[in-house]
């Protein structure tokens, strides 16, 4: 039986779920994409070689280690955010203070190290 | 007007089904593995990291605490950090992310995949990958 789903792509992408709904798409693309790295990364580790080799050079990148770095950290902090409303559900109350929260830890702590990683690279 | 009331079942009723068990084991193994990263970091720490490494090379250690994070720092023996003490604190961490992020992809896919047979086939797929990824993850960590 197959879901049956009465709003279009369109309506999907103008859905306006602010701030919870942003922390919910981003911790997917956090999710996918620390997926995708660690599978790469094992991967490049056991064949070695020259795909190895390859593989190491897409994320020794610094952009690649910015976007890495983004989805490692707003995974971890939202991960907590979620794990800790779940698991005690009557602090669902706080979720939109629990969010600011969380903003207020990421920001400094990526931007500082988006400062490092880029004088990194520039040398 | 009469109270409305809660709709979900407390959990006696409801039983612990498969999902729910795994909807806990996102929970819980989230904060194992915060556990885990924390220790292998004080871990460092405690083998004179705060000399010889960043907190780049101590965040890569933390990650994934495997003796090959290591090798490009200012540690001048890596056999302490090669020990089984440290290889089975990192295949803890493996599997854990493993099962993890394997089972946060089913749930990605599950939210897009419209029919009941194309799910079935997905989490076939997935276990397939789980095994396989936890085997060559083991592998990699314990002949580094």
Not at chain 2, 63 to 77: E, I, K, L, R, Y
Not at chain 2, 79 to 93: E, G, V, Y
Request: proline letters at 4%; charged letters at 10%; glycine letters at 8%.
């Amino acid at each position: 039986m197959s879901l049956k789903r009465n709003v279009s792509l369109a309506t999907g992408l103008r859905y306006r779920g602010q701030g919870p709904m942003l922390t919910f798409v981003l911790h997917r693309i956090g999710g996918l994409g620390m997926a995708i790295f660690i599978t790469m990364h094992i991967l490049a580790s056991f064949l070695g070689g020259q795909i190895g080799v390859f593989l190491n050079t897409v994320y020794e990148h610094w952009l690649f280690q910015i976007f890495i770095f983004f989805c490692v950290l707003f995974h971890a902090i939202n991960g907590l955010r979620i794990s800790i409303i779940d698991l005690f559900p009557k602090l669902l109350v706080h979720q939109r203070e629990a969010i600011w929260v969380e903003w207020a830890v990421f920001i400094p702590l990526f931007v500082i190290a988006v400062f490092v990683i880029i004088s990194t690279a520039g040398g | 007007m009469a109270t409305t009331k809660p709709r979900t079942l407390p959990l006696p009723k409801r039983g612990l089904n498969f999902e729910m068990f795994m909807w806990l084991f996102t929970r819980l193994s989230a904060l194992g593995m915060y556990a885990l990263i924390l220790f292998a970091i004080i871990g460092a720490l405690v083998m004179g990291a705060r000399n010889q490494m960043n907190l780049a090379d101590v965040m890569r250690w933390g990650f994934m605490p495997s003796n090959t994070h290591v090798q490009s720092t200012d540690v001048p023996d890596l056999a302490p950090w090669a020990t089984p003490f440290w290889r089975l604190t990192a295949s803890a961490l493996l599997l854990l992310a493993v099962a993890h992020g394997v089972h946060g992809l089913v749930v990605i896919a599950d939210d897009y995949i419209d029919t009941a047979r194309g799910r079935l086939i997905v989490r076939y797929i997935s276990i397939v990958m789980m095994i396989s990824m936890s085997l060559i993850g083991l592998y990699v960590l314990w002949t580094s």
